[in-house]
Each structure stands twice: as structure tokens, then as C-alpha cells.
């Protein structure tokens, strides 16, 4: 069974930064892409960045663009994002999200709270 569980959210100054992490299990992690989608309160659910299985990383957020850095590590099935200069409006829920055969999977979230 597919299984993603993100960690590293937390509460944190504008201009500060956070890694979160999603650890996935239950499938080959190395041919798929593992996205990182967000909802600010009130908002819906937006997608942020793909780590895609090369290596290569698409934002898809023009605000996070030279702030926010995607990797992975396909020893530990672990993608990570980097993100730097946080802003006010980087609150909110961060998922991680895998499509394996047309079946969407998501992990529980984690909080990134961005404030003063």
C-alpha cells in the first residue's frame, strides 16, 4: 500500500527557512515523480513543485521560483523542499502526492506557519 508521510512544517519568521521531508513507502519510488502541492486557509489546493525521477525539478509557483529547491533521495524514498525567504503568503498545509497508475496518493500534511 502507497504511503507518503511529510514532516518538517513548523512555525516560522518571514525570511526564515524550513525543509520538509516526505518519506514514501509501499512502491519503487525511483521511476515516479513526487509532487508537493499546498492549501493556504480558505484556498484551494495548489501545486508547488515536481521532483520528477531524473532529477529534474519544475515550480510551478512563480513566487517560489529562486526561493524553494526540490530533491530527492532515491536511497531513502525521500523527497525534500527546501524553502528559503519564507513569506506570510508560503502559510499552509504542504502535501506530498503521487500518481502511480492513474491512482492519486497523499500523504497527511504538514503546517508551515509563516508569521511574526
Known amino acids: 500500500q502507497v504511503h507518503l508521510v511529510e514532516s518538517g512544517g513548523g512555525l516560522v519568521q518571514p525570511g526564515g527557512s524550513l525543509t520538509l521531508s516526505c518519506v514514501t513507502s509501499?512502491?519503487?519510488?525511483?521511476?515516479?515523480?513526487i509532487s508537493w502541492y499546498r492549501q493556504a486557509p480558505g484556498k484551494e489546493r495548489e501545486l508547488v513543485t515536481i521532483a520528477f525521477s531524473g532529477g529534474a525539478v519544475r515550480h510551478f509557483i512563480d513566487s517560489v521560483k529562486g526561493r524553494f529547491t526540490a530533491s530527492r533521495d532515491n536511497n531513502k524514498n525521500t523527497v525534500y523542499l527546501q524553502m528559503n525567504n519564507l513569506t506570510p503568503e508560503d502559510t499552509g498545509v504542504y502535501y506530498c502526492?503521487?500518481?502511480?497508475?492513474?491512482?492519486?496518493?497523499w500523504g497527511q500534511g504538514t503546517q508551515v506557519t509563516v508569521s511574526s
Open positions: 509501499g512502491f519503487t519510488f525511483d521511476p515516479y515523480a
Open positions: 502526492h503521487v500518481n502511480i497508475e492513474d491512482q492519486a496518493s
